[in-house]
């Protein structure tokens, strides 16, 4: 089983910029798909982004489109969401998630239960 951990989180103002990590211990993420969700008060999480196993292939939410990049480095275990141009929307806790052997696509597409580990967690807070 992979463990995650989020980090990188914290206030900014809008139009700031941010860069997420996930550390992942247990495993090794090659085989894997990774992908990055959020959840706001009140509502229900929602995807962002996701890559897959080589980091070639990325898919991202319309609403992050143009502004957020998800990247990982697999020699150091990591995946990295840098966000910029950061809008008060965007506030929400952000997690990070697993699923062996999926697309990009896949992990943006698929119901949430059927990913694999999920993080604790990072908060992200923008204000205006």
């Known amino acids: 089983q992979v463990q995650l951990a989020e980090s990188g989180g914290g206030l900014v103002q809008a139009g700031g910029s941010l860069r997420l990590s996930c550390a992942a211990s247990?495993?090794?993420?090659?085989?894997?798909?990774m992908g990055w969700f959020r959840q706001a008060p009140g509502k229900e999480r929602e995807f962002v982004a996701a890559?897959?196993?080589?980091?070639?292939?990325?898919y991202y939410a319309d609403a992050v489109k143009g502004r957020f990049t998800i990247s990982r480095d697999n020699a150091k275990n990591t995946v990295y969401l840098r966000m910029n141009s950061l809008k008060v929307d965007d506030t929400a806790i952000y997690y990070c998630?697993?699923?062996?052997?999926?697309?990009?696509?896949?992990?943006?597409?698929?119901?949430?239960?059927?990913?694999?580990?999920w993080g604790q967690g990072t908060q992200v807070t923008v204000s205006s």
């Open positions: 998630a697993s699923k062996k052997w999926a697309s990009a696509q896949d992990m943006g597409e698929m119901d949430f239960g059927n990913l694999g580990s």
């Open positions: 247990g495993r090794t993420l090659m085989s894997y798909a």
């Open positions: 890559v897959d196993w080589s980091g070639d292939n990325t």
